[in-house]
């Protein structure tokens, strides 16, 4: 009995906890704690085929006879996640789909062409010595593509790639070039690798730039080469584009300084995005994109709510006619497994998509099955002359093996599904997966905690004999 209380004292504010979550206009969780700021939106994130937005599956833009070093392509989906996150994309899916692709999910993107832009640029950022060039020079190389030094050595010609080892460029003789037999390669001074914090900021005329911070060995380089070349020109160049060539007006030994030219704030974002994360280590090109639009997504959600509800109603109508009494119970305990799974859904937080919620659907199933294999075993007990409290005792006790072997089988398929759509990419597989084992998880707790008490809450009260036919014995 003191077990029993104290159950009863956790699933009222466990379905009230939930209540809060579950509501369309959740307030969230705000929370100081001395210093530490909490703050958490409980939203529902729906995926790509509810909300619309874009698909698209990137490749390694490498020969095909050419093998792709594992490590680089994990790191590749890596940032390319970093970048479609920093573009504000809610619940993006980034995952890599074989040896050599990625599949990238944006939902609600409205401009999918600079956001597919933006994630495969490789953003390998330098900063390249224009001093022997005149200003008018420089200018004109503005926007113009051109070749460097970085990652060269003296008489090799310039790689097809950046490299990974993004570091300051080593010091190379300046008849570097010369040598090379090239006398448009530039020499790299750093590289990116040496960015400590990047943001967006405006000049004092309000046009926006891209404030950046150096590291203690990139400020220690950023200041020598400054201090040496007052009034010349330092080019900012990314992938191999010159996109700057600002005047050294003076030294800068603090290691801070700002990219500026003609950027509009998505713009400046979007580049901040691509430094921030640093540079890919393999060039990526889009292989296939497609648009999916909101009213065939909302079309799909409308008749899934309707189907849900209507296969939700049926089961309910089901279990209270034909169990009587343990089925009102057993609703009653179904209303708290969709409250609480709901709830972690927007907690963990879960993308629904169709597949996502067939797969919740599917679970809501699971959830009665429990229910319906404790009551056969009851009254199966109560047919053989059993106590109604040693009934519910055995039936549940009878009827756990079962319980725990059907649904450990579906959790470890759901385990082997969710691997196979995160190696092959198969994002659909992935979502059904997820939220058919979060269910399971929920309705082995229902089965457990949830329908043993209330079956102790109310039948314990109730004499058998005096009411046969609640029991449908």
Known sequence: MKINTRLLVFIPVLVALALWIDLPQSPGLSLELGGLKIRRSFDTHLGLDLVGGVQALLEADLPADQAVDPEAMRSARA?????????????????QAGDRR??????????????????????????VDFTQLAPQEAAALENAAIETDFGLSVGQAPAATPTNELAAAEPQPPEASVQAGNPQIFHTVMTGAELKRVNVTTDRTRNYQVAFELSPEGARIFNDFTTQHVGQILAIVLDKHVISAPRINSPIPEGKGVISGNFTYESANNLAIQLRYGSLPIPLKVVTSQTVGPTLGKASLDKSLVGGLIGLGVVVSFMGLYYRLLGVLADLALAVYALVTLALFKMIPVTLTLPGIAGF???????????????????????????????????????????????????????ILFWFGSTFGASIVKGFSLTLAIGVAVSMFTAIIVTRTFLHLVLDKVRLAEHPSWFGV
């Open 79 to 95: 940032i390319v996640e970093n970048r479609v996150n920093g573009l504000g994309v809610s619940e993006a899916v980034v995952q």
């Open 102 to 127: 990625i599949l990238v999910e944006l939902p609600g993107e409205k401009d999918p062409q600079k956001a597919l832009e933006t994630i495969q640029k490789t953003g390998l950022l330098e900063f």
């Open 361 to 415: 659907v599917l679970s809501v199933g699971v959830a009665v099955d429990a229910n319906i294999l404790i009551f056969e075993r009851l009254k199966e007990e109560l047919r053989a002359g059993k106590p109604l409290r040693q009934a519910i005792d055995l039936g549940w006790k009878r009827a756990w093996p079962s319980i725990r072997d059907s649904n450990f089988s579906t959790l470890i398929t759901c385990s």
